[in-house]
């Protein structure tokens, strides 16, 4: 997308947020980067079909019924992940590199999740957590290394309430007040390093 999409528009900024699908258990225990890719018509089948509401009805429903608790799939033994945590950070390098190559700034986000002290019963425990925190500490540190600017949404959401509409079955998506935070922060941080 970055390739064919992003660069072509000539911006000058890129923010860059990854880690919850990367770190989510790989299908048939399969790493994303040794799947294999299915032909190119039924990629195209699917594209097409995406633009159905029925269609993405029914898809959403057919995963929801298949898939697991989020947390418990972070207690399997010998799990693999869509992306390990090695390559989550030579992706993002490699991203930042390109974003940069092309004579833009590019710019890290962290990815929040809720607060367990805040949307969840007191004395909540969650591997979902400590996980998910380690792809964030490898955003840190991929933007510390290489000096990327870095916008922490994961830190500064923690002194927030009300960013999740339900936390506990969703803790991927925040909810609008959660998107205005983040948009305010991304836009603070550039007028304060980058300027108007």
């Not at 225990?29 to 890719?37: L, P, V």
């Not at 190119?40 to 097409?48: D, K, M, P, R």
């Not at 955003?139 to 002194?159: G, K, N, Q």
Request: glycine content about 4%; charged content about 25%.
């Amino acid at each position: 997308f970055l390739e064919s999409d992003l660069l072509k528009l000539k911006p000058d900024i890129i923010t860059i947020l990854f880690s919850w699908n990367d770190h989510w258990a790989a299908a048939s225990q399969i790493a994303d980067r040794d799947q294999e890719f299915p032909p190119q018509i039924l990629l195209e089948a699917q594209n097409f079909l995406g633009r159905f509401h029925f269609y993405r009805l029914m898809k959403k429903t057919l995963l929801s019924a298949v898939e697991k608790n989020p947390d418990s799939i972070f207690d399997r033994q010998n799990i693999v992940y869509r992306v390990g945590l090695d390559n989550f950070g030579l992706n993002l390098k490699e991203i930042c590199e390109r974003v940069r190559e092309a004579g833009a700034t590019p710019i890290l986000l962290t990815s929040p999740i809720p607060s367990l002290e805040k949307y969840y019963p007191p004395g909540a425990r969650s591997t979902l957590h400590a996980f998910h925190e380690k792809y964030n500490g490898v955003i840190r540190d991929v933007a510390a290394v290489y000096d990327i600017d870095l916008v922490d949404l994961a830190r500064e959401f923690d002194m927030y309430d009300g960013l999740w509409d339900d936390a506990a079955r969703d803790p991927i998506h925040f909810n609008a007040r959660g998107h205005e935070l983040a948009a305010r922060l991304i836009a603070d941080y550039i007028e304060k390093k980058i300027g108007p």
